[in-house]
């Protein structure tokens, strides 16, 4: 029992936990993301959710079988406020949901628009020691970086 208490001692514990983060730390790119739980949650949010979603079936059969750059269909990007941070809807603390890409029906005797389709994407904010830049204009240290995900086979419907 003795010699169990010696192998098995808090700071050899403690050791072997601490190095462990460490080699973690250094392997996932000098980031801390593949210590995190909500890395794994935004893949599988990318994976399963992340895609094209259709919200008029029939307006969207039309617009792909005809010319996207037709007079009756029109493709407009949302817009964005002027912060990156802005344009995210939070789902967590690292993890957000972008709308983007909406696709629009203009019916010309009404005045009005109709958004056909929109893709969603999903972020995560990494946290690390990221060197960037060149030789040209000089190197420089962030500490944070977005990373953004879509999953293009997705295809959803959107029922009202």
């Given at each position: 029992m003795?010699?169990?208490?010696?192998?098995?001692?808090?700071?050899?514990?403690?050791?072997?936990?601490?190095?462990l983060c460490v080699m973690l730390f250094f392997?996932?790119?000098?980031s801390f993301r593949l210590m995190d739980w909500q890395w794994y949650q935004v893949k599988n949010l990318c994976k399963n959710e992340s895609?094209?979603?259709?919200?008029n079936k029939e307006l969207y059969e039309d617009m792909i079988t005809h010319?996207?750059?037709?007079?009756?269909?029109?493709r407009k990007m949302e817009e964005f406020s002027k912060t990156v941070y802005e344009r995210y809807q939070s789902i967590n603390s690292r993890i957000y949901k972008l709308d983007d890409r909406k696709y629009y029906y203009y019916?010309?005797?009404?005045?009005?628009?109709?958004?056909?389709?929109?893709?969603?994407?999903?972020a995560y904010k990494n946290y690390g020691i990221f060197l960037t830049g060149d030789e040209g204009r000089g190197f420089e240290m962030k500490s944070s970086e977005i990373l953004e995900c879509f999953n293009r086979n997705n295809t959803f419907l959107v029922k009202e």
């Open positions: 003795l010699k169990v208490k010696q192998i098995f001692t808090l700071k050899r514990i403690l050791i072997s936990l601490i190095s392997v996932g790119g000098c895609g094209i979603y259709i919200v010319n996207l750059q037709d007079n009756k269909y029109t019916d010309m005797t009404k005045n009005k628009s109709y958004v056909v389709s929109f893709e969603r994407n999903f």
